[in-house]
């Protein structure tokens, strides 16, 4: 595995601010099988939650294996919690309110034995979050994830959330996603936030499936807000929103054209740690 070390290495003009972590692994999304980090009383923590492939879909014995590798390498603590979670089914605003949906998280193809109330519970103790709140309604053609809260909306500050819409009547998603919108402006109402919509791609086809694009996608780093772009007529309106609110970040598109192939995006593909 050296030899690959060397050859990821070779992409980079400086090293400075990068670590590389070897493990082997059987997929690409480290937002979904990697720990997820958290403060507890100022000290940094992991929680290695299960991943079973997005309720044993494809096969991820060896995805695991991540956060083990990256708890070796940072010498962090890691808790291991006997419940089936991926990073991208939540969304938190770091003050309390935990966002996801009920597709997902109350799939029997994950934890079949919890009820809603016990897995609320297990958020809130484990996540240190106030509120769990579930969104009933949307998705998005050529998912494997049941949902992911990730790909549709997203909190971009402490009370602003950002949602994908769609306005074309005929598009297969327009039901799901119109209902979806109506419950996140009951969620807005009741806890007093605020709602940024985000355009809905034209159909992106591969192989004659329609595959997940969505600026939903987003991640924020240190100083920017990287965008996931498709090469269709709304990626500039949607770096354009991305650009009106991040007024004191950097906007940077990064083309997911060929990323979504493998049915994500940007922030499926990321993880980032406290």
Not at 151 to 180: G, P, W
Not at 217 to 228: H, M
Not at 245 to 261: M, N, P, T, W, Y
Request: hydrophobic fraction near 35%.
């Amino acid at each position: 595995m050296c030899d690959d070390i060397a050859l990821v290495k070779s992409y980079f003009k400086s090293f400075e601010n990068l670590e590389f972590v070897e493990f082997q692994t059987n997929d690409t999304w480290a937002r979904d099988c990697s720990a997820i980090s958290i403060l507890e009383n100022g000290e940094k923590k992991l929680l290695d939650f299960t991943f079973t492939g997005w309720g044993s879909k494809f096969d991820a014995h060896l995805d695991n294996e991540m956060s083990r590798a990256l708890t070796e390498h940072y010498k962090t603590p890691m808790k291991t919690i006997d419940f089936i979670l991926e990073g991208g089914a939540i969304e938190s605003n770091n003050k309390g309110l935990l966002l996801t949906t009920s597709e997902c998280m109350l799939n029997p193809n994950r934890n079949s034995s919890y009820t809603k109330e016990q897995t609320t519970e297990l958020l809130k103790r484990e996540l240190g979050v106030s509120e769990v709140l579930y969104l009933d309604y949307g998705y998005l053609a050529g998912d494997d994830t049941d949902s992911h809260i990730d790909t549709l909306a997203r909190f971009v500050d402490e009370r602003t959330i950002m949602y994908l819409t769609c306005k074309d009547e005929n598009d297969e998603h327009y039901e799901q996603i119109s209902k979806m919108e109506t419950q996140l402006k009951e969620f807005a109402k009741q806890y007093d936030l605020d709602l940024i919509a985000l355009p809905f791609t034209d159909a992106v086809y591969f192989d004659d499936e329609r595959i997940p694009a969505t600026y939903a996608n987003f991640l924020i780093i240190n100083g920017a807000v990287i965008v996931p772009t498709y090469r269709v007529s709304q990626d500039e309106e949607a770096l354009q929103i991305f650009r009106d609110f991040f007024k004191e970040r950097d906007v940077v598109a990064v083309d997911c054209s060929v990323l979504i192939r493998q049915h994500g995006s940007l922030h499926c593909v990321t993880m980032q740690f406290i």
